[in-house]
Nanobody
Framework: QVQLIESGGGVVQTGGSLRLTCTAS?????????TGWFRQAPGKEREFVAAISWNAGTPFYKDSVKGRFTISKDNAKNTVFLQMDSLKPDDTAVYYCAADISRYGSIRSNFWGQGIQVTVSS
């Protein structure tokens, strides 16, 4: 069973930065199209945030984070990084790493991390 290990959450002030990391315990070439992040705020549905394709390294983002968040990867370490800059209170949520995301930002198969809290104070 694949495990996704997340790290890097925390509490920051508005305008601050955090870097999330997600490492997969194993990955076979071609297994997943893209890996990335969803988030869920209290009382809201889980939503797509960002992902990056494994083969081409193509990043794609939710509109509201474009220009503020940057996703990258290290193929050799099966790791995806999410650099979050210029954070806003609206970014406060539990962030979940998702192993298998389509090019449209939807889930292809249910491999999830345990979730990590990001809190942005005003």
């Amino acid at each position: 069973q694949v495990q996704l290990i997340e790290s890097g959450g925390g509490v920051v002030q508005t305008g601050g930065s955090l870097r999330l990391t997600c490492t997969a315990s194993e990955r076979t070439a071609g297994m997943w199209y893209a890996t990335g992040w969803f988030r869920q705020a209290p009382g809201k549905e889980r939503e797509f945030v960002a992902a990056i394709s494994w083969n081409a390294g193509t990043p794609f983002y939710k509109d509201s984070v474009k220009g503020r968040f940057t996703i990258s990867k290290d193929n050799a370490k099966n790791t995806v990084f999410l650099q979050m800059d210029s954070l806003k209170p609206d970014d406060t949520a539990v962030y979940y790493c998702a192993a298998d995301i389509s090019r449209y930002g939807s889930i292809r198969s249910n491999f999830w991390g345990q979730g990590i809290q990001v809190t942005v104070s005003s």
